[in-house]
C-alpha cells in the first residue's frame, strides 16, 4: 500500500526565509517521489523528482528535497522564498510496479511581503 | 515542444446528462494517466493507459465513468447520467512510457461543474 502525508495544509513564510514543506511516505517497496506545484487554474508542472542515486535531488527555481529512507520522508526546501512562490505543492509517490502517482493532499504556500 | 492539452477548459452539466472530456497528449508519448481533483478528495487516480490499452482502470469511481484512447494518442472521458459529487477539476497526464521512473506532464484540467 501507498500514501503521502504532507504536513500543513497551509504554510506562510515571509519573502527571502526559508521555505520547507514536509513530505512523508508510506511504501512496500522502494519508492519514486516527486514534488509537482500547481499554480492558479494551472495543470500540476514537475518541480524534482527522486528515482535512484544521490538523495539530494535539485529542482527548477531553486527548490531542491531530499529523500531520507530511515525516515520515510522527501520534505522540500527553498532557502529564499520569493513571491512567484506562492502556489499549492503536492508530494507524490509511486512505487516500482505501479501505474499511477498516490498524490498528498497538497500544501498551499504564501509568500508575505 | 506543446504540452498535454485539455478541452473544454470548463464545462457546466445538468445533472443527468452526459459529458466528454478531451486529452491531447505529448507527442509520442505512449502513457496516458486520467485524474480527478476535488475538494476534500485531493487528487485521485482514475485510469491508465498504454498506447490504447487501459490495464489499470481500478480508479474509476463507478460504471457511469469510461474512457477510450484511440491512434495511442487522443484519450476521451465520458461522465454518464452526472451527478452533483462528479464536479472536479479532471486532470490529464502523459509519460514516455508506463515504467515507474518516467515523470508525468499534465494537461491545465478540465473544470466540471454539475448543477
Known amino acids: 500500500a501507498q500514501s503521502v502525508t504532507q504536513l500543513g495544509s497551509h504554510v506562510s513564510v515571509s519573502e527571502g526565509a526559508l521555505v520547507l514543506l514536509r513530505c512523508n511516505y508510506s511504501?512496500?517497496?522502494?519508492?519514486?517521489l516527486f514534488w509537482y506545484v500547481q499554480y492558479p487554474n494551472q495543470g500540476l508542472q514537475l518541480l524534482l523528482k527522486?528515482?535512484?542515486?544521490?538523495?539530494l535531488v535539485k529542482g527548477i527555481n531553486g527548490f531542491e528535497a531530499e529523500f531520507k529512507k530511515s525516515e520515510t520522508s522527501f520534505h522540500l526546501t527553498k532557502p529564499s522564498a520569493h513571491m512567484s512562490d506562492a502556489a499549492e505543492y503536492f508530494c507524490a509517490v509511486r512505487s516500482t510496479g505501479a501505474n499511477n502517482l498516490f498524490f498528498g493532499t497538497g500544501t498551499r504556500l504564501t509568500v508575505i511581503p | 515542444g506543446a504540452g498535454v492539452s485539455q478541452s473544454p477548459s470548463n464545462k457546466v452539466t445538468e445533472k443527468g446528462k452526459d459529458v466528454e472530456l478531451r486529452c491531447d497528449p505529448i507527442s509520442g508519448h505512449t502513457a496516458l494517466y486520467w485524474y480527478r481533483q476535488s475538494l476534500g478528495q485531493g487528487l485521485e487516480f482514475l485510469i491508465y493507459f498504454q498506447g490504447n490499452s487501459a490495464p489499470d482502470k481500478s480508479g474509476l469511481p463507478s460504471d457511469r465513468f469510461s474512457a477510450e484512447r484511440t491512434g495511442g494518442s487522443v484519450s476521451t472521458l465520458t461522465i454518464q447520467r452526472t451527478q452533483q459529487e462528479d464536479s472536479a477539476v479532471y486532470l490529464c497526464?502523459?509519460?514516455?512510457?508506463?515504467?515507474?521512473?518516467?515523470?508525468?506532464?499534465f494537461g491545465p484540467g478540465t473544470r466540471l461543474t454539475v448543477t
Open positions: 527522486y528515482t535512484t542515486g544521490a538523495t
Open positions: 497526464a502523459s509519460s514516455l512510457g508506463g515504467t515507474s521512473r518516467y515523470e508525468q506532464y
Open positions: 511504501s512496500s517497496v522502494p519508492p519514486y
